[in-house]
């Protein structure tokens, strides 16, 4: 049996603590900070079919309260597979990049990468490859693991961060996503990684946000893209949010729900630059 290789941990002690047990403090705080309380568990009661899901990931004592808000809707979902799509936000490796196999590794356990499905995704991409060394130092889809450990027992990934973060990256991906889970999408979660307008003042991220937020609600991601470049919003993965709202339309979504928004002033106190954070489910 062949042994899969490891993805240590990037930013434990970091963007949250490295010990376990502090990491699940960390974790049940934010969800007890969430507007549905008073935490985990239990699961919501009422099962919704969710397509998918928006969620930040910046260090947990700034945007931990506003994910976990997205975490706490999906943890009476059936799924067992998470393809998470995120920025690469060192520019290492290949544009578009997902993994053959491997075990990424947190304080809280071990997740395994779901080969066999990235396979298929790149495979009906044509524009994905596999390479390991683009997720080596990236935190975008590392601190969504503690979350999604904290709420399910065992899932697989299919992890892919892009540097192409183009419209017609976002439709490529987005659709061989959908493609590849059509036939039971309720077993695969789809989660886009990514924080808002960075670095500007806390009125100048609201107006920015709320603009950005409307077309992602709406699924339209021709006016996505027309509010990053208009407004120049500075989000840094507008390519992921994008493909995550592509295929979950073409799974059968309406509409996003937004849970909560937020930004690091909230936190700080410091509004004169901030960062903006989005929890959204696609419904």
């Known amino acids: 049996m062949t042994k899969l290789a490891k993805r240590p941990p990037a930013v434990a002690g970091m963007f949250y603590p490295s010990s376990e047990q502090e990491l699940?403090?960390?974790i049940d705080q934010s969800f007890r900070n969430t507007?549905?309380?008073p935490g985990m568990p239990p699961p919501i009661l009422e099962k919704r079919r969710i397509y998918g899901m928006v969620t930040p990931h910046a260090g947990y004592a700034y945007s931990g309260a506003v994910a976990a808000n997205s975490y706490y809707q999906i943890s009476a979902?059936?799924?067992d597979t998470v393809v998470m799509v995120g920025p690469n936000h060192y520019g290492i490796g290949s544009g578009v990049a997902t993994m053959k196999a491997g075990i990424w590794e947190t304080p809280l356990g071990q997740v395994e990468v779901n080969g066999e499905m990235a396979a298929e995704?790149?495979?009906?991409s044509g524009i994905i490859d596999f390479d390991d060394f683009a997720h080596s130092r990236d935190h975008c889809l590392e601190v969504q693991l503690p979350f999604l450990q904290s709420i399910k027992g065992r899932f697989t990934i299919v992890p892919i961060v892009l540097i192409m973060q183009d419209m017609d990256t976002a439709f490529d991906i987005g659709k061989a996503i959908a493609d590849t889970v059509a036939d039971d999408p309720e077993k695969t979660m789809i989660v886009a990684s990514s924080d808002l307008t960075h670095y500007e003042p806390?009125?100048?991220a609201h107006e920015k946000d709320t603009e950005l937020i409307k077309a992602v609600l709406a699924l339209d991601v021709l006016k996505f893209y027309a509010v990053l470049e208009r407004m120049d919003v500075s989000a840094c993965g507008y390519g992921a949010i994008a493909a995550v709202m592509v295929a979950a339309k073409n799974l059968g979504a309406t509409r996003g729900?937004?849970?909560k928004?937020?930004?690091s002033?909230?936190?700080t106190g410091d509004t004169g630059a901030v960062v903006g954070y989005s929890s959204v489910v696609f419904v």
């Open 24 to 26: 699940r403090s960390v």
């Open 35 to 37: 507007k549905f309380g």
């Open 77 to 79: 979902g059936d799924f």
């Open 121 to 124: 995704i790149a495979k009906k």
């Open 202 to 204: 806390n009125v100048m």
């Open 257 to 259: 729900e937004l849970l």
């Open 261 to 263: 928004y937020a930004t």
């Open 265 to 267: 002033g909230d936190v």
